[in-house]
């Protein structure tokens, strides 16, 4: 199929070199200049493993390539993705002027049918103002098929999880982009569901806040955990293994973050209230995420006492692991809030330091991780990194002036650490 992404974002980029993996000819366009340069040399915008070589593989056998032109896009494909950003507004609600610019955009250069296909993360019934803006700037009153088929990938295993995704949802107005849409993920032989336009696009809220709700489910979990000595991991284990529950997205923490979740709640409780009905379990879902955030700060506090001068060396600050993606990142709040206290900081993230050094200031970068807890008073870990479980433990407690560790993702084995010296301190755990 000839396929174009309007977009070259996390989302976009992934759809665009996944497709093209598949075998598909994919055109993938983006506004910003320097980004498609980037990409045309054989660079790529984002860290997220495995992306590259898909990238580089499939511009070298032709089957994608980059251009800033829209026009280029809609004129050479049949099937057009929009995957531009859907930022979130002062109120919560989502800002829908880029999805807006493009749907003009598509529709002035439409010549011929095209299918129209959402990606982006929007409210429910944005589908059907995408067609009635295509059906008011079309020039030639060509006809056109709009698609919802919201994305359910995780940042770090995008790629993965494009690969092999559980589900295919595909919203649809009618049954005549149905075919062509089956076409393009036939490759990737995953269950699909066609739906009406608005209940796939409610599918994609509805996945998102529940996922935090159930992250915020084990965090009110963790708390009544340390008040009664029980292990929130057991808990997690015990719970998750009824399939009804499952055991992912139970692991407690200072919170979640990113890009998706905390937006994505505050939008659909905006959506929600707009059509009148008080979603009061997200309002909640969402303020145990903050509570969250100020109980492990708390946990500093109460231990150190005095944070003003004292050094803590943080581990982590991409939002999550296997990225270096920073936005709403709970370890650079954490950062900032600790900074707050005039303590001093020494961070080191795998992935993320270079976004970091655009939000975090006055901090010091450590490059190697075993180095970060030199002439420490504390050690926190903020982000859930595989390799943070290496840490040269001895290393790094000979060369703290107090070896106390505040885990925030729970990484390691409480009685292991303090076996091994160390004052240790983490979620839901004893
Ligand atoms: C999330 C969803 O998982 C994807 O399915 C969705 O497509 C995506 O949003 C999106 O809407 O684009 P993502 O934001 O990449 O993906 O990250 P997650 O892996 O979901 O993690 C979100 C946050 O929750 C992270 O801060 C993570 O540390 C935290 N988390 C996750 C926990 O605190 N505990 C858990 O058990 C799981």
Known sequence: MKITIIGTGYVGLVTGACFAEVGHNVICVDNDAQKVRVLQSGGIPNYEPGL???????V???????????????????????????????DGSVDLSFIEKVAREIATYMKSYKIVVDKSTVPVKTGEKVAETLRR??????DCDVVSNPEFLREGFAVE??????????????????????????????????????????????????LAMKISYINAI?????????????????????????????????????SCFPKDLSAFIKISEEIGYDFRLLKEVRRINAEQMDRFIKKITDTIWVLKDKTIGVLGLAFKQNTDDVRMSPAIELCKRLQKTGTKLRVHDPKAMEKARAVLTNVTYVEDMNNVAEGCDALVIATEWEIFKKLD??????????????????????????????????????
């Not at 056998?61 to 507004?89: C, H, K, M, W, Y």
């Not at 075919?179 to 998102?208: G, Q, R, W």
């Not at 076996?419 to 301190?425: A, D, E």
Request: glycine letters at 8%; proline letters at 5%; one cysteine or more.
């Open 52 to 58: 590259e070589e898909i990238v580089q593989k499939n």
């Open 60 to 90: 070298d056998e032709g089957r994608l390539r980059f251009t800033e032109s829209t026009q280029d896009g809609v004129e050479n494909s049949d099937v057009i993705f929009i995957a531009v950003p859907t930022p979130p507004q002062q």
């Open 137 to 142: 700037y079309t020039k030639t009153n060509v």
């Open 161 to 210: 999880d494009f690969l092999r995704p559980e589900r295919i949802v595909i919203g649809v107005f009618s049954q005549r982009p149905v075919k062509a849409m089956k076409e393009i993920y036939a490759p990737f032989n995953a269950p699909i569901i066609v739906t009406d336009i608005n209940s796939a696009e409610l599918i994609k809220h509805a996945a998102n806040s529940f």
């Open 222 to 258: 963790s708390v009544i955990c340390e008040s009664t000595g029980a292990d929130v991991i057991e808990v997690a284990n015990g719970i998750g293994m009824d399939s009804r529950i499952g055991r992912r997205f139970l692991d407690a923490g200072i919170g979640f973050g990113g």
């Open 393 to 430: 433990l001895e290393r790094a407690r000979k060369s703290m002036t107090h070896p106390i560790m505040f885990d925030g993702r729970n990484l390691f084995d409480p009685e292991e650490m303090e076996k091994l010296g160390w004052i240790y301190k983490s979620v839901g755990r004893k």
